[in-house]
């Protein structure tokens, strides 16, 4: 296990970073606000329109897997269980059969390349269902979507892997906008872009690790596992991104609790076996122990409104964070509140979650760049004999 001294090296030397970076995800994970206006600006020029003149469609499908499923969660999410056109998320290549031509598909993919991308696109030109496509420049979905009149949100090359959340779902807040789904300001992208950027500002390679909040939590879950809370649905979505960079970079589980849905179950985790001995010694030598250590990481979504489908008892989201708040302070669980510092007084909810995303992000990076994991897994995805 890499001791958070050697850690914390590694991670205050800009060069040993880039040399541990082959692929080049700390850049562009610090640089999603540039990545939001650049492809807000390309899905503008798509010609939306193609597609939101006919109106309020029936239903919406997203047809994503990945990061792409992860936009498509927090778009649906945002629209809430209120919403008028329903939301579904499918993997590909098959649309759901009752798609139709009162429907509209969105295919996001990164490389808009593969069978579960460019099926779908035809079939949904065959049944005369609306298409959105978002994928690499030039891609075999960019001339799908070409063939059918349909629009298509080009991304550019230099969008790499596990990186690109925010070029995925910049376009679906955009088309939700334009359909009347979303309010103007839960699909602001400036806001959500100048958030991004604040937040790589305060996080980002240059700022030391005793300022920095991503490189702090990434040094405390050297020696620890994490268990993810999310304050409701939108917050969830957020929480079950964040797990996976930490498991995909870093090769560190974390399980993930909706709030209220799974407030005892995060209870039970939190006061079991694996949580702290209230009463042991605070100052007790660290380095005789191995065995990783829980520790509380939160996602909140204060604004989200109450839809009084979770457990009764308590009925709130905000209300069962703190019986887990106040079981983690029992047990004397470490907790970090993911990018809770810093937010803008009133700031929206997609905002506010943006903010948590990039943080989450960047600290699952760090980890993965203080591991020297991206080296060992040859700036791919497989680890090298």
Known sequence: MTSPELAEEVLDDPELLRARDPRGLLPAVAGAGAQVRETAALT???????????????????????????????????????????????????????????????????????????????????????????????APLHATCAGSRAPYVPLPPSRVQH???????????????????????????????DALDAVAADCGPVTPTYANPAKTLALDLLDALPVLVAEGPLAAAAAGRVADQLATLAGLPAPTFRLPDQRVAACAVLGGPLAPDAAEDFFRDRAEHDARRLRLITVRDSGAPEDGRGERDPRSASEALQQVLRTAAERTVPVTGLADQGAAEGAGRLVTVARQLVAGDLAAVYLALALDAERARGGGGRLLP
Request: net charge neutral; glycine share 12%; charged share 15%.
């Open 44 to 138: 503008r020029e798509a010609g939306l329109e193609r597609v939101t003149a006919a109106g309020r469609p029936r239903g919406l499908v997203v047809v994503a897997r990945r990061e792409g499923a992860v936009a498509a969660a927090v778009l649906r999410a945002l629209l809430g269980p209120a919403s008028p056109v329903t939301v579904d998320v499918v993997p590909g290549p098959q649309l759901p059969v009752w798609m139709g031509a009162s429907d509209v598909a969105v295919v996001a993919t990164r490389t808009g390349a593969g069978t579960y991308a460019v099926t779908p696109a035809h079939e949904a030109a065959r049944r005369g269902v609306a298409v959105v496509g978002i994928g690499a420049e030039g």
């Open 163 to 193: 990186t690109t959340l925010w070029s995925l779902l910049t376009p679906m807040l955009l088309l939700a906008a334009d359909l009347g789904l979303l309010a103007p300001d839960l699909a602001d992208t400036g806001a959500v872009a």
